[in-house]
C-alpha cells in the first residue's frame, strides 16, 4: 500500500498554472486519495499537504474558473509559507500584468468538521447535521457521537449566514493593501440546498460585512460546487 503522504509534493503543488491546467490538475490529485481508505482518512484528515490542498489549491481553482475561465493570459500560483497570502494571480490579460495576491479561508464549523470526518472514516459514514457530543479525549481515547437528527430550511440559511460572516470576521482588523484579494471558500452543497435562499443569505452577508474593517480590494465567496461566485466587494 503506498503511503499517503507522498501522494503530493511541494513543488507539484505550488507550480504555476493557467485557470483550465489547475481545474484539470486538482481533480486528479483528489483521484490519488480514493486509492485507500488510508489515504482517504489522510485527505479527509487534512494531514500533510492535504490542508493547503483543501483550504487554498481548490479555492483558487474555484475562484480563477469562475472568474478567468479558459483564459491563457492568467497563471495561478499557489504560495505556501506564513506570509499574508495564499496564492499569487497575474493578470495578463490587459497587456500591462498585474499581480494579485490572495489569501483564502474557509466558512466551516472548525473542529466539529473534524470530528465529523473522524466518525466517518471510523464508520463509513457520518451525519451532516447531527449534533456532536465528544467523550474522552483524543490521547487516551474519546468517543463522538452524532445524533440523526436533520435540519430545516432556517436553520440551514441561518448557519449558511453564521460560519460565512465568522470567516469574514477572522481577517478583519488586519493589514493587507489594495492588491490583496480575499476569498471565502463556503460548501454551498451542504449549507445551501434550496437555492431560492441564496440571495436572502448574500445581502445578509454583505450587509454584515460593510461593519468590518476588512482591508482588501476584493471580497469573494466562492462555492464547492463550482456554481456559486459571490463578489462582496
Same mark, same amino acid.
Given at each position: 500500500?503506498?503511503?499517503?503522504?507522498?501522494?503530493?509534493?511541494?513543488?507539484?503543488?505550488?507550480?504555476?498554472?493557467?485557470?483550465?491546467?489547475?481545474?484539470?490538475?486538482? /481533480?486528479?490529485?483528489?483521484?490519488?486519495?480514493?486509492?485507500?481508505?488510508?489515504?482517504?482518512?489522510? @485527505?479527509?484528515?487534512?494531514?500533510?499537504?492535504?490542508?493547503?490542498?483543501?483550504?487554498?489549491?481548490?479555492?483558487?481553482?474555484?475562484?480563477?474558473?469562475?472568474?478567468?475561465?479558459?483564459?491563457?493570459?492568467?497563471?495561478?500560483? /499557489?504560495?505556501?509559507?506564513?506570509?499574508?497570502?495564499?496564492?499569487?494571480?497575474?493578470?495578463?490579460?490587459?497587456?500591462? /500584468?498585474?499581480?494579485?495576491?490572495?489569501?483564502?479561508?474557509?466558512?466551516?464549523?472548525?473542529?466539529?468538521?473534524?470530528?465529523?470526518?473522524?466518525?466517518?472514516?471510523?464508520?463509513?459514514?457520518?451525519?451532516?447535521?447531527?449534533?456532536?457530543?465528544?467523550?474522552?479525549?483524543?490521547?487516551?481515547?474519546?468517543?463522538?457521537?452524532?445524533?440523526?437528527?436533520?435540519?430545516?430550511?432556517?436553520?440551514?440559511?441561518?448557519?449558511?449566514?453564521?460560519?460565512?460572516?465568522?470567516?469574514?470576521?477572522?481577517?478583519?482588523?488586519?493589514?493587507?493593501? @489594495?492588491?490583496?484579494?480575499?476569498?471565502?471558500?463556503?460548501?454551498?452543497?451542504?449549507?445551501?440546498?434550496?437555492?431560492?435562499?441564496?440571495?436572502?443569505?448574500?445581502?445578509?452577508?454583505?450587509?454584515?460585512?460593510?461593519?468590518?474593517? @476588512?482591508?482588501?480590494?476584493?471580497?469573494?465567496?466562492?462555492?464547492?460546487?463550482?456554481?456559486? @461566485?459571490?463578489?462582496?466587494?
Amino acid at each position: 500500500m503506498k503511503d499517503p503522504s507522498t501522494f503530493l509534493s511541494a513543488e507539484e503543488m505550488t507550480k504555476r498554472r493557467t485557470p483550465c491546467e489547475l481545474n484539470n490538475w486538482v /481533480p486528479t490529485v483528489f483521484d490519488r486519495y480514493r486509492e485507500s481508505n488510508e489515504a482517504k482518512a489522510y @485527505l479527509r484528515l487534512k494531514k500533510g499537504l492535504c490542508k493547503q490542498l483543501l483550504e487554498e489549491v481548490w479555492p483558487l481553482a474555484l475562484l480563477a474558473k469562475q472568474l478567468f475561465g479558459s483564459s491563457d493570459q492568467v497563471i495561478c500560483e /499557489p504560495v505556501l509559507g506564513n506570509q499574508k497570502y495564499d496564492a499569487l494571480i497575474e493578470d495578463h490579460r490587459g497587456g500591462v /500584468p498585474i499581480q494579485i495576491k490572495v489569501e483564502f479561508t474557509i466558512a466551516g464549523n472548525g473542529y466539529d468538521d473534524h470530528l465529523r470526518m473522524e466518525v466517518l472514516n471510523e464508520k463509513g459514514s457520518a451525519s451532516t447535521y447531527g449534533d456532536l457530543s465528544v467523550s474522552g479525549t483524543q490521547h487516551t481515547g474519546h468517543k463522538i457521537d452524532i445524533d440523526q437528527s436533520g435540519r430545516d430550511r432556517e436553520e440551514l440559511s441561518s448557519n449558511a449566514m453564521r460560519i460565512i460572516i465568522k470567516a469574514l470576521r477572522g481577517k478583519a482588523d488586519r493589514r493587507y493593501g @489594495l492588491n490583496h484579494w480575499l476569498c471565502v471558500k463556503f460548501d454551498d452543497r451542504i449549507w445551501l440546498p434550496n437555492k431560492d435562499d441564496m440571495e436572502a443569505i448574500r445581502a445578509s452577508v454583505l450587509s454584515e460585512k460593510r461593519a468590518l474593517n @476588512l482591508d482588501f480590494a476584493k471580497i469573494f465567496i466562492v462555492g464547492s460546487s463550482g456554481e456559486l @461566485l459571490w463578489d462582496l466587494t
